[in-house]
């Protein structure tokens, strides 16, 4: 198999911490290089059709985008240590987590950052910057209310590591690098607290 | 258990098609009044903590949100006819073409709607038009892309119906009725053919 990334951003991060976190081996990985548009593309547009990374070409040729689908296949090739819920209700419930953190947290953070920030202007035009500003208002919210779930639970969906810590935490760390957001300094402590326990895995470095 | 929906929103409509798809009789259902902002009241937000439908009341008291999450748990609760694949390849295959039709066709879809339609100014301030506009010219690009897959197979994720057919329908019939979005009049007439396959099946009038 193959892995196909793009150096700091969220998305294949997210792939190669459930990777380090199921402690898989020997996934080749090959760089697609955004900034030189690589991913728009024919040679890669014939693997992901729509120009996204991450994708995974898989070994009878067949090639996988979509970074949770992509979790989901490899949950089912190492299904240990368990990242996405055993019985259908538990995988219910941590899906529910893992989409509540990519639509709401993840997606007003993307937003703001492809239309606020400069260095997004060669990926994201027109940028509107008010649009990507009322989205750091959004995230604000978001980021409250998962404060308060961190509060009660030690992880995004309860009580284990799931593929919704990495979701999120792959989040905030895209909007602690560009949006120079730091929950601690906006007083949402626990989730602060819960990002420096994810930043501590050794996955984290992955 | 119990569905809470809202008459007319493209979300709980794919939980209600998906239901139907299944055959599953018996849920009972509750609607919750977005036009006089009954999702953000406090007794509906102790069920759907950011407000969101459709939310689903199990028979143990918890309530599941999220319309994917939702129809991981039904799927589970009543495996045939099979929706969102079996073994973990096909699992994978199915997400992967029901997250492109999900996050870029309906996504571009809500976008242009909650921006540009004067209908949805109550429940999305403030509104920005100009934004919203990029989003129809997205949307073009991605229902190109789905009519070429059309062309090709006869359903969004490939040989057979799947969750992948209920999301990317509830989208293009939510474009249809507030964007005035008709495939077939813009060239895409295998999109089209396939709308109008969909809509034949019983459960596109759940």
Redesign the interface.
């Known amino acids: 198999m193959k892995l196909f990334i793009s150096p700091r951003a969220p998305n294949p991060r997210r792939v190669l911490m459930f990777i380090a976190e199921k402690g898989l081996q020997g996934i080749e990985t090959e760089v697609v290089d955004l900034s030189r548009g690589e991913h728009r593309q024919a040679a890669f547009r014939a693997r992901s059709?729509?120009a996204k990374v991450p994708a995974l070409e898989?070994d009878d040729g067949?090639t996988?985008?979509?970074s949770?689908?992509?979790c989901?296949?490899l949950?089912?090739?190492a299904p240990e240590p368990n990242l996405m819920g055993r019985?259908?209700?538990e995988?219910?419930?941590i899906?529910?987590a893992d989409?509540?953190v990519e639509f709401?947290l993840f997606g007003c953070i993307a937003n703001w950052i492809r239309?606020c920030h400069p260095g997004l202007a060669p990926l994201e035009q027109?940028q509107?910057p008010?649009?990507g500003r009322?989205q750091g208002d959004k995230l604000r919210e978001?980021a409250r209310?998962l404060d308060g779930e961190l509060e009660q639970q030690p992880f995004v969906a309860g009580s284990r590591f799931t593929i919704a810590d990495i979701t999120a935490f792959c989040a905030i760390e895209f909007a602690r690098g560009l949006m120079r957001f730091q929950p601690g300094q906006e007083g949402m402590r626990h989730l602060q607290a819960w990002r420096d326990r994810i930043a501590a895995r050794p996955s984290a470095s992955a």
């Open positions: 059709p729509l898989l067949r996988l985008g979509e949770r689908a992509i989901t296949y949950e089912g090739l019985a259908f209700a995988r219910a419930f899906e529910m989409r509540r709401y239309h027109p509107f008010d649009f009322s978001i209310w």
